[in-house]
């Protein structure tokens, strides 16, 4: 086992306790176990694929153990309400099914063309309206849907809906096409040019045009060529187009027919306006005002990586727990512009947060520059990553690379007894290794089991392969697994624990490739 000290520790890092035996006349429920002298061992070699010994196992018991009948031990200070993702789901499908019913009040059964193209427009444009309506609203960074579906999965379900929507917005503006036409008795030039001589349409075509624009450089290929100020800006046309839609459908038949339906509509409109004002301006606003977060410090960790000390005022207010992310946004030049999401790389402690960057980037590398006394405006906290997802007693923390950063948080704070927690780390090389002395610190004084997994990815031993996970892990499959890494790397980790025997329900991710 490596000489690991805590003396010259982490400032945010809380040294820990000395592990010895207690004295005998204390009570029999306060004691530990005298600590069994460590094993000295060499760090795994550079390039060395093959799975290194745990740097730590089994030292004193923590002071508090998960029991078989309590397998989740929430924190103290979690956000007072989660909603599940098959909550939302239903609310979306309940909302659609009421827009269905209304289309479906108002509609005249009749065989004529021009009425069975007139009807197919107005359920779409129904449909894609309040699509917007629900895009919007899972990007407004609403706290409980945040907690309980997580950052990444509200992304990934933002940008599916996306196409839906255009879908829908597509169908819409050609069934409206081909009924005007055929009602007009006209060629769809023609028709095309009646119906953008009415406001209310020009106004929906000029919405649309910018929601195409939105797809369009939404798209992977496209995206990786903008810079991300450039992707925000059109981004923020979506709200424009929101407006603009809105005029076009109180305009129509649908919506328009009657006061107690134009009252309703309006006001689902007003409410999602007010949450996208409310959590993405006024909250960060008042947590600048409230909690005035400043760069403390920036300490290397290693080649290209950084640790920054943010500190403030009742910063345990913010309710930041393991696992979660904020988006920071630094008011110095070259940052100021971009929110970047950053885990926690440790417990919030005597009002001061912490974050651990890798420089990947033009932005990340300028974090490396920042200096004492920066302003930092930091919303959030952000993701679903945290002990709430846990369903078992026993738990497996799998990172690569700079994805240890919540994992670490997580590592030394998840409650759970000897051999409950065990941490794999999935690195190049050792240098290549971040947290190291921290996370050696931690497994020895929770007795977790802690490995590093050392090699270049394209080495013909793979650690993360079904058999090597097995071999380190005997009882994988009874694990709640916890996993963040580069994209590819969760990939692949994610279908090795499936063949591995683990559920997915119980692989617990968060991609930022999406956050």
């Known amino acids: 086992m490596p000489d690991v000290t805590t003396e010259a520790s982490h400032p945010l890092y809380v040294p820990l306790a000395p592990l010895t035996a207690p004295r005998a006349e204390e009570p029999r429920r306060r004691r530990r176990p005298p600590v069994p002298p460590a094993r000295p061992a060499e760090p795994p070699a550079a390039g060395s694929v093959r799975p290194a010994e745990p740097v730590a196992t089994r030292p004193a018991r923590p002071a508090r153990s998960v029991r078989p009948t309590d397998p989740v031990a929430a924190p103290s200070a979690a956000p007072a309400l989660r909603l599940a993702p098959g909550r939302l789901r239903a609310g979306v499908a309940a909302g659609a099914g009421a827009v269905g019913l209304l289309w479906g009040l108002q ?17 779409t444009g129904l449909l894609a309206g309040y699509g917007v309506l629900v895009l919007l609203l899972l990007m407004a960074r609403i706290p409980a849907v945040e907690h309980g579906v997580g950052a990444d999965r509200l992304a990934r379900r933002h940008a599916l809906g996306g196409r839906y ?25 023609t028709a095309a040019g009646d119906l953008l001589s009415y406001g209310a349409i020009a106004a929906a075509t000029a919405g649309t045009a910018l929601l195409v624009a939105v797809g369009i450089t939404s798209a992977r290929s496209v995206r990786r060529r903008l810079r991300h100020e450039t992707w925000r800006a059109v981004h923020l ?34 409410v999602v306006a007010v949450l996208l004002v409310w959590y993405r301006i006024v909250v960060p606003a008042r947590a600048a005002l409230r909690h005035d977060l400043r760069v403390a410090e920036v300490r290397d960790e290693g080649p290209g990586v950084v640790s920054v000390l943010i500190r403030g005022r009742g910063v345990d207010r913010l309710r930041a727990e393991p696992g979660q992310f904020f988006r920071w946004r630094f008011l110095r030049r070259g940052l100021w512009a ?49 002990a709430h997802r846990r369903t078992r007693r026993k738990v497996l923390l799998l990172a690569g690379g700079v994805g240890i950063t919540p994992l670490r948080a997580l590592f030394e704070t998840l409650p759970g007894g000897p051999g409950d927690v065990t941490l794999l780390y999935r690195a190049s090389d050792s240098s290549s290794v971040v ?41 994988l499959a009874a694990h709640d697994v916890y996993l963040c890494g580069p994209p590819a790397m969760a990939r692949a980790a994610t279908a090795s624990l499936r063949r591995a025997g683990v559920p997915a329900s119980r692989i617990h991710s968060e991609d930022f490739d999406h956050a």
């Open 435 to 475: 947290l190291r002395e921290e996370l050696e610190a931690i497994a020895r004084e929770r007795r977790a089991d802690l490995h590093f997994l050392l090699g270049p990815s394209d080495d013909s031993f793979d650690p993360l392969a079904p058999r090597a996970l097995r071999n380190l892990v005997p009882d």
């Open 107 to 123: 509609a005249r059964p009749s065989a004529r063309l021009d009425v069975l193209f007139a009807s197919g427009a107005h359920l």
């Open 237 to 270: 046309g979506a709200l424009l187009a929101a407006a603009l839609g809105f005029v076009h459908q109180l305009a129509g038949p649908d919506i328009a027919g009657g006061l107690l339906t134009r009252w309703l509509w309006s006001l689902a409109h007003a």
């Open 338 to 386: 971009t929110a970047l999401p950053f885990s926690l790389s440790a417990p919030v402690r005597d009002d001061t947060l912490r974050i651990t960057v890798k420089a990947l980037g033009d932005h990340t590398r300028r974090v490396r520059r920042l200096r004492p006394g920066t302003r930092v405006l930091a919303t959030g906290p952000f993701g679903a990553l945290t």
């Open 165 to 189: 929507v255009l879908g829908l917005i597509a169908a819409h503006a050609v069934l409206a096409l081909c009924g005007h036409a055929v009602h007009t008795h006209a060629d769809l030039v």
